[in-house]
C-alpha cells in the first residue's frame, strides 16, 4: 500500500478535509451494507501498524500547503485497528496546527488501548447505525468479535473518558431503521451515550447493497427533531476557497476516488480546481477504464475502478 493521503475531499461536516488511510483498502470490523467502496475483503479486530508511521508522516508534510480544514483519520477501512494511533496523532502535531478527526464505526471503543490512543484527536465521530442486536446485524454486518451491547458500552465509556468535540453519526435507511420502534431505540442508545450533537446521514453515494435506500431529506429533518440531544441533518458541502489555476493530476484525481466515490462538484471542491481541468481529466480516466460513473437519484458519481 501505497499513498496513504487523499484529498483534500469535500466534506459535509469538516470543509476540506486531508484524509489519512491508515489500513489496506476495505479492511474493516463491519461489512456495512450501504459502504459507498463496496464489500469488506478484510473482517477484522486485528491492531497493528498496518502502515509505516514514518511513511505517513513524510506524505502529510508534503500535504500541508493544501490548506485543509481537518486532518482526518478515516480513508477505505477502519482506522482504529491502526496500532499506535496516538504516535500518529503526536506525529502530526509536530508538524502543524490544523486540528485532527477520526472518523471511527465505534467497533473497537470498548478496547480501553483505543480509547486512551484517541484521546489527543481535537474531535471524534463514531457512528451508531441501530438501537440493537438484530438491526446491528442486518445493517452493519459486524466481525464475529463485536456485539451490540460492548459497542455501546464503549460509547459511553469513552465519553466519559474523552474531553475533545464528540459528534455521533446515525446513518439511517429507510425500511431497515426508520420505523418508529427502530428509532426508540437508536434515541435511547443516543440518550445513554451522550455525544455533543447528533448528526443524520443516509445513503448520498452508491452503496454496496442495492436495498440500502436512502432516507428523504424531509424525513431526515422530522427525525432529528425527535433527538433530545441537538440533532442535524448533514447538510451538502459548499467551499469558500478560490479555485486554483492549473492541471490537475490524474494520480490526484484516482487517489480521491479510490477513497470515495464523488460527483464532478465533489472533485473541483475537494482539489480546489477549475471545473474545466477537472472535467477533461475524469474524462481520459474514464477512456482509460479507470474510472466509472454511477447514478445515484440525479447526481452522477465516479469511482476508481481497480
Not at 459548499?238 to 492549473?246: P, Q, T
Not at 462538484?265 to 460513473?293: F, M, Q, T, W
Request: aromatic share 8%.
Amino acid at each position: 500500500m501505497s499513498g496513504y493521503l487523499f484529498g483534500p475531499v469535500p466534506s459535509r461536516r469538516l470543509g476540506r478535509s486531508l484524509g489519512v488511510d491508515l489500513v489496506p483498502f476495505k479492511t474493516c470490523s463491519f461489512d456495512c451494507i450501504y459502504c459507498q467502496l463496496g464489500q469488506t475483503t478484510c473482517k477484522t479486530v486485528e491492531r497493528k501498524e498496518w502502515v509505516p508511521i514514518d511513511s505517513v508522516l513524510q506524505e502529510l508534510e508534503q500535504k500541508l500547503d493544501s490548506r485543509p480544514d481537518y486532518i482526518t483519520l478515516s480513508g477505505s477501512g477502519e482506522p482504529t485497528l491502526f496500532k499506535p494511533i496516538d504516535k500518529l496523532i503526536d506525529g502530526i502535531r509536530a508538524l502543524t496546527d490544523v486540528p485532527i478527526a477520526v472518523l471511527t464505526n465505534g467497533s473497537l471503543l470498548g478496547d480501553e488501548d483505543v480509547r486512551a490512543e484517541l484521546c489527543g484527536a481535537d474531535l471524534v465521530i463514531p457512528s451508531l447505525d441501530a438501537g440493537n442486536e438484530a438491526a446491528f446485524q442486518s445493517v452493519n454486518r459486524p466481525h464475529e468479535g463485536v456485539s451490540f451491547s460492548d459497542m455501546l458500552a464503549g460509547l459511553r465509556t469513552f465519553r466519559r473518558h474523552y474531553f475533545g468535540a464528540y459528534w455521533l453519526e446515525v446513518f439511517l435507511l429507510q425500511g431497515y431503521t426508520t420505523s418508529e420502534a427502530e428509532l426508540a431505540d437508536i434515541r435511547r442508545c443516543v440518550d445513554l451515550i451522550q455525544p455533543d450533537r447528533v448528526q443524520l446521514n443516509t445513503v448520498t453515494r452508491p452503496p454496496t447493497e442495492s436495498d440500502a435506500v436512502a432516507v428523504p431529506f424531509s424525513r431526515l429533518e422530522e427525525i432529528a427533531a425527535t433527538f433530545t440531544t441537538p440533532a442535524e441533518v448533514i447538510a451538502e458541502f459548499h467551499s469558500d476557497h478560490a479555485l486554483e489555476a492549473g492541471k490537475v493530476s490524474r494520480e490526484e484525481v484516482l487517489e480521491l476516488l479510490r477513497r470515495r466515490p464523488c460527483s464532478i462538484d465533489d472533485i473541483v471542491a475537494g482539489l480546489g480546481r477549475h471545473r474545466n481541468e477537472v472535467l477533461k481529466s475524469v474524462e481520459h480516466l474514464a477512456v482509460e477504464r479507470l474510472v466509472e460513473g454511477a447514478q445515484v437519484g440525479d447526481k452522477l458519481y465516479y469511482r476508481a475502478t481497480q
